[in-house]
């Protein structure tokens, strides 16, 4: 009697659908390499990836690590061999993507299944983005270079080392607790955007500086003003498109604010109250975005590097001063002050000053009007500590340029307020 073959009793959803998952991904690897004409293609590159699948699967540690130490030694056979051939490096790339296909087998069959197919994309996105990273690499000039391996220290050195928790600190005999990932991470933010802001004025010239200023806004206003500072202090003459980019980072900061206040209040009913005042910010700092800077001039940026690694540590510090003073207004008002703590947290993030309002809002704690009346005040005390920060600036015409401006924006959107509430 011919036995038959039940498929339901094969563990299609355990292990042999994961030794096919790791076959197809060493296919993937060994793809751009079959393409290239290496000595390794698709086929070596999905029983490499077999191999460490099934030495897993046995769960033997001995076979695990001769199984990488037989990769090794082929990679080693392949970089003599491309000594030989003058092309050492492209056989140093092929030996060391053998062990990774080696690796990403052992972590599918593993049930790393997501861990093992990021690998697999990202080691072939390094494999057939070749050129264009060499290109990249090598028209790095060493200011940049610098500047890219301090942001590398600073965000992924620096920050993880720091306290998860809040601190405790004692100012005035009250007892204060600061986020010192917070304060670090508006240092890491004002670096980020530097560099940002550096890669656009490179391919945009001045105007770059102002397409920085709106995109920066959205993720925090308050790090722009000390990005915009170091761009000064580089370059005077790109302070009108400085000016601008401030005012677009006011205008994306109101219309961050604007979108929480609708979007997050849909079940309870929109906050139209919200929209006039914030809109008008958002319209206004527009329009005199677009009037100060010469958009018909072409000012020649030649920043020296991406980031100033002392201006962002200055502006962390001015950050922190004013986490502080935040805090300790909070202590010594209490929390019923909602519009005295809507203030002075927005001095820090009005992004978090306008979630807590709406929070009360959706909760029945506060009426529709105190909710408004909070947010409005959290936007407006992040105008005015944006246009206080320019005042660290050497370039007093600068700083009153902001000043000046932001006050301005400041009485336009009031009074479109009054005139829509009459």
Not at 67 to 84: D, F, K, P, T
Not at 205 to 229: E, K, N, P, Q, Y
């Amino acid at each position: 009697m011919t036995p038959s073959i039940q498929l339901g009793l094969l563990p299609l959803g355990g292990e042999v659908l994961r030794i096919v998952l790791a076959a197809a991904l060493g296919m993937f690897l060994g793809l751009e390499r079959e393409w290239s004409q290496k000595s390794a293609g698709i086929r070596t590159f999905a029983l490499v990836s077999l191999l460490g699948a099934v030495f897993t699967l046995v769960e033997s540690e001995i076979l695990l690590v001769i199984g990488g130490l037989l990769v090794i030694v082929q990679g080693v056979l392949l970089a003599a061999e491309g000594l030989r051939d003058e092309e050492e490096g492209l056989s140093l790339t092929t030996s060391v993507s053998m062990l990774v296909a080696y690796g990403v087998g052992a972590l599918v069959m593993q049930q790393y299944i997501l861990e093992g197919v990021a690998v697999a994309i990202l080691s072939s996105l390094l494999l057939v983005l070749k050129r264009e990273l060499h290109r990249f690499a090598w028209g790095l000039s060493r200011a940049e270079l610098r500047s890219a391996s301090e942001f590398a220290i600073l965000a992924f050195v620096v920050y993880p080392l720091l306290p998860a928790d809040p601190v405790p600190v004692s100012v005035a005999d009250m007892a204060l607790e600061l986020e010192l990932r917070v304060v670090w991470l508006m240092v890491v933010t004002v670096a980020g955007i530097g560099i940002i802001n550096y890669a656009i004025v490179q391919n945009y010239g001045s105007r770059g500086i102002a397409v920085t200023g709106f995109f920066g806004g959205l993720a925090s206003s308050t790090a722009v003003v000390g990005t915009m500072l170091d761009h000064v202090s580089q370059r005077p003459a790109a302070a009108s498109y400085a000016v601008a980019a401030i005012l677009l980072a006011d205008a994306a900061m109101a219309l961050r604010n604007l979108l929480i206040a609708i979007a997050f209040t849909l079940e309870r009913g929109i906050l139209f109250e919200a929209v006039v005042p914030l809109g008008a910010v958002v319209l206004g700092s527009i329009a005199v975005a677009s009037y100060t800077a010469d958009w018909s001039q072409t000012v020649e940026i030649d920043l020296e590097s991406p980031f100033s690694l002392k201006n962002a540590l200055g502006f962390g510090a001015i950050f922190l001063i004013v986490l502080v003073a935040s805090t300790v207004g909070k202590a010594q008002f209490g929390t019923g002050g909602l519009y005295l703590t809507a203030v002075l947290s927005g001095l820090a993030s009005s992004g978090a000053a306008t979630t807590s309002a709406v929070l009360l809002y959706r909760g029945g704690v506060v009426g529709s009007d105190t909710a408004t009346i909070a947010i409005l005040l959290a936007t407006a005390a992040s105008i005015v500590v944006k246009a206080a920060l320019t005042l660290a600036s050497p370039d007093r015409s600068f700083a009153f340029r902001v000043t000046m401006w932001s006050l301005i924006l400041l009485a336009g959107a009031s009074a479109v307020t009054v005139a829509a509430t009459l």
